[in-house]
Nanobody
Framework: QVQLEESGGGLVQAGGSLRLSCAAS????????MGWFRQAPGKEREFVGG????????YGADSVKGRFTISRDNAKNTVDLQMNSLKPEDTAVYYC????????????WGQGTQVTVSS
């Protein structure tokens, strides 16, 4: 089993930055794919991006490309999400997730951290 705990959420003004972190425990996730999702009120959960064991990353919505960056530290069992130039529409609960490389669906999820961007 893998437990995930996000941190770093909060309230920020539009144009500002936040850095979310997610720490995994239970076992090493260095070979797994780690990802970030978000869910805004009244909307479906959205894939933000993911990163593989070698640091190769992919991003979901076009709206975050160029503004958000995912990174990981395999030694620390962590994944970060650097969010720059934040917009009010980035307001959501952000979730960290992990899946084994051969699985298509994410298997483990954190509790989520709230990000609120004020205009």
């Amino acid at each position: 089993q893998v437990q995930l705990e996000e941190s770093g959420g909060g309230l920020v003004q539009a144009g500002g930055s936040l850095r979310l972190s997610c720490a995994a425990s239970g076992r090493t996730v260095s070979s797994d794919v780690m990802g970030w999702f978000r869910q805004a009120p009244g909307k479906e959960r959205e894939f933000v991006g993911g990163i593989n064991r070698l640091g190769g990353s992919t991003y979901g919505a076009d709206s975050v490309k160029g503004r958000f960056t995912i990174s990981r530290d395999n030694a620390k069992n962590t994944v970060d999400l650097q969010m720059n130039s934040l917009k009010p529409e980035d307001t959501a609960v952000y979730y960290c997730a992990v899946r084994r490389a051969w699985r298509s669906q994410y298997e483990y999820w954190g509790q989520g951290t709230q990000v609120t961007v004020s205009s």
